[in-house]
């Protein structure tokens, strides 16, 4: 192993210097890292959900800047048009669909799935983006425990909808956007819908982000040889609304030492565009780099409970599985 990776995995193992607005400026300058090439995204169609606010807000930004068409996907049609005019108004051209889905509820997940199929004819990157922390305990629609149904459920059925589109564009990417909350929790699959426990908003949170990682591993492994690479990154620590309104203390005792956001989706946009990022599939990446999936052993999930978790998805979204295996 090189020296700057040693550094860097040095800084990786102090939490605090590794999620923090710090670690992203020594690993900048440690590795020289250069914004994916100019028009990069030219003629490519990225898809990310939670447009309208925090990361996903630069993200959209971002990926519009290197010449994507971007499908903005969120809750209100209001929110999305106000990002969609934004957008236009800052790239000159009407790129920018926009796709009404409450990624909490399946039914409304199909009808996005429903449209863009009938309207897209590609899709090269979906940003699975969208996120949120519940004080108390509530389910969806579906009876689905509301973390798990808009981190977890949600986006399996997405990812699953689009799965023809994103088998016929070469070279598709998926990116997950998880935390590094989920180093702090162990996934229980006996109680994935958090009933045996006195509810918390944040172990609830690590632990659909937990789930969420681990069934990008298990959709690397089913998707190997169709040309489709899944990873996750989480963001470190970064100062957006979405953590204001759910972490105040921790946020107003970090505020200094936050990313902004565009550090924070600095990864996520790596993965979507750089060339540098397209043989990897199932890692789990922080500042480019892949990260190792636990810190302590206690909170590791097999293969064979990957598996469950599967099927378990499967099962919940009342649809074929998306990737039977063999
Ligand atoms: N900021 C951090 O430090 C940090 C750290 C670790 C992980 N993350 C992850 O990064 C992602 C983005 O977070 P953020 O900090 O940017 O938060 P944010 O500012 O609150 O943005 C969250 C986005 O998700 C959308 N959203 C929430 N619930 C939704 C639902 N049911 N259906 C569809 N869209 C929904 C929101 O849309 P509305 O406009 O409709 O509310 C908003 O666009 C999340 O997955 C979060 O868990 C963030």
Redesign the pocket.
């Known amino acids: 192993m090189d020296l700057k990776s040693l550094v860097d995995d040095g800084l990786e193992v102090s939490v605090i210097g590794s999620f923090s607005r710090v670690g992203i400026m020594l690993r900048r300058r440690l590795f020289g890292w250069a914004m994916p090439p100019d028009g990069a995204l030219i003629g490519r169609t990225a898809l990310v959900?939670?447009?309208?606010?925090?990361?996903?807000?630069v993200t959209t930004d971002a990926l519009a800047s290197l010449g994507a068409r971007v499908i903005l996907?969120?809750?209100?049609e209001e929110?999305l048009a106000a990002v969609r005019d934004s957008l236009v108004a800052a790239h000159g051209a009407d790129r920018f669909p926009i796709v009404v889905?409450?990624?909490?509820?399946l039914a409304?997940v199909r009808t996005a799935v429903s449209r863009i199929l009938q309207t897209e004819p590609r899709l090269d990157i979906l940003v699975?983006?969208?996120?949120?922390?519940y004080p108390e305990r509530r389910e969806g629609p579906d009876g689905i425990e509301?973390t798990l149904?808009?981190?977890v459920s949600?986006p399996f059925a997405l990812i699953s909808g689009l799965l023809p589109l994103l088998k016929g564009s070469p070279g598709a990417r998926v990116i997950s956007?998880?935390?590094?909350?989920m180093y702090s929790q162990k996934l229980d699959l006996d109680d994935l819908q958090l009933i045996a426990e006195p509810y918390s908003g944040p172990r609830a949170?690590a632990r659909a982000?937990r789930a969420q990682t681990a069934l990008v591993r298990e959709w690397a492994r089913r998707l190997d040889g169709t040309g489709i690479t899944i990873n996750a990154m989480?963001?470190?620590?970064?100062?957006?609304?979405?953590?204001a309104?759910?972490l105040p203390v921790f946020y107003r005792a970090m505020r200094p030492l936050?990313?902004t956001?565009a550090e924070?989706a600095d990864t996520i946009v790596w993965l979507a565009a750089d060339p540098a990022a397209a043989a990897v599939s199932g890692a789990l990446y922080l500042d480019r780099r892949p990260r190792p999936f636990d810190r302590v052993p206690s909170t590791r999930l097999g293969a064979v409970d990957r598996r469950r978790l599967w099927d378990m998805m499967v099962e919940l979204c009342g649809a074929p599985d998306p990737a039977p295996e063999g």
């Open positions: 959900t939670g447009p309208t606010s925090g990361l996903g807000r996907v969120g809750r209100s929110r889905a409450d990624m909490g509820s409304s699975d983006n969208a996120g949120a922390i509301a149904a808009v981190l949600g956007v998880t935390s590094g909350g949170y982000k989480h963001p470190g620590w970064a100062d957006t609304p979405g953590l309104e759910t936050l990313r956001p924070g």
